[in-house]
C-alpha cells in the first residue's frame, strides 16, 4: 500500500477558508481522480511554525500504478489550482509511504 502524503503549512488568517477549501473542493476533486481509496486529513501537534498551522493530508492509493497515473494526469493541475488560490500564504512539501508491515492493538 503506498500513502501519498501533502504535508502544508497554511497561515493563521486563511487557515479556516483553507480548511473549508479542502474539505469541500480539493479533497473531493483529488478522490474523484479515482486514484485512491482514503484520504485523511490530521493537523500536526507539534513542530508548527510561528503564525501558521501544519496540516498533513494523506491519501492512500489503491496501487502504485494509480498514484503514478494521478501525478501523470492530474496531480499538475490541481496543485496549481492550490498554489494559484493561496499563493504566498502556504508552504508544501510530498512525500510518498509504503506501508511494510501494518500492527493493530489486540483488547
Known amino acids: 500500500m503506498i500513502i501519498y502524503n501533502v504535508t502544508?503549512?497554511?497561515?493563521n488568517s486563511i487557515e479556516q477558508e483553507w480548511l473549508s477549501w479542502m474539505r469541500t473542493k480539493h479533497i473531493p476533486d483529488v478522490m474523484s481522480t479515482e486514484a485512491f481509496r482514503e484520504c485523511k486529513?490530521?493537523?500536526l501537534l507539534t513542530g508548527e511554525e510561528q503564525g501558521g498551522k501544519a496540516y498533513?493530508?494523506?491519501?492512500?492509493?489503491?496501487?502504485?500504478?494509480h498514484l503514478d497515473q494521478y501525478q501523470k494526469e492530474h496531480a499538475h493541475k490541481l496543485q496549481e489550482e492550490h498554489s494559484r488560490k493561496y499563493q504566498g500564504k502556504f508552504a508544501a512539501f510530498r512525500t510518498e509511504l509504503k506501508i511494510v508491515e501494518e500492527f493493530y492493538h489486540e483488547g
Open 41 to 43: 486529513l490530521s493537523r
Open 8 to 11: 502544508v503549512s497554511i497561515d
Open 56 to 65: 498533513s493530508v494523506m491519501y492512500v492509493a489503491f496501487s502504485r500504478e
